[in-house]
Nanobody, 127 residues
Framework: QVPLVESGGGSVQAGGSLRLSCAAS????????MAWFRQVPGKEREGVAA????????NHADSVKGRFTISQDNAKNTVYLQLSSLKPEDTAMYYC????????????????????WGQGTLVTVSS
């Protein structure tokens, strides 16, 4: 059983939008951190956004602030990443991850803080 299941990736033109979903399977949110990361082949994994499921505090990378928004639906054990005003440089495999809180109700965007990962969903943005 895969603990995190991502969906919603696809191909869009620059300026378009997508919504990624990450559903927890076999476990429930429990005041933990959920985050989205992305990775392009040959480059390091980049933290995109994180959310504290116990209160909704969010943390967005500077590169996506104002364009991407992370949100949660605890009743569905699902987090979302709304991608808007997409750029070709947003093309990547997007991964959902779960981890314990690192500083009270704040969630960082360092991948070593997250121990559970999904299989990824591909986002391709064409110019």
């Amino acid at each position: 059983q895969v603990p995190l299941v991502e969906s919603g990736g696809g191909s869009v033109q620059a300026g378009g939008s997508l919504r990624l979903s990450c559903a927890a399977s076999g476990w429930t949110f429990n005041s933990n951190c959920m985050a989205w990361f992305r990775q392009v082949p040959g480059k390091e994994r980049e933290g995109v956004a994180a959310i504290y499921t116990g209160g909704g505090n969010t943390n967005h990378a500077d590169s996506v602030k104002g364009r991407f928004t992370i949100s949660q639906d605890n009743a569905k054990n699902t987090v979302y990443l709304q991608l808007s005003s997409l750029k070709p440089e947003d093309t990547a495999m997007y991964y959902c991850a779960a981890g314990d809180t690192q500083a009270g109700s704040w969630c960082y965007l360092d991948d070593y803080d997250y121990g559970t990962w999904g299989q990824g969903t591909l986002v391709t943005v064409s110019s």
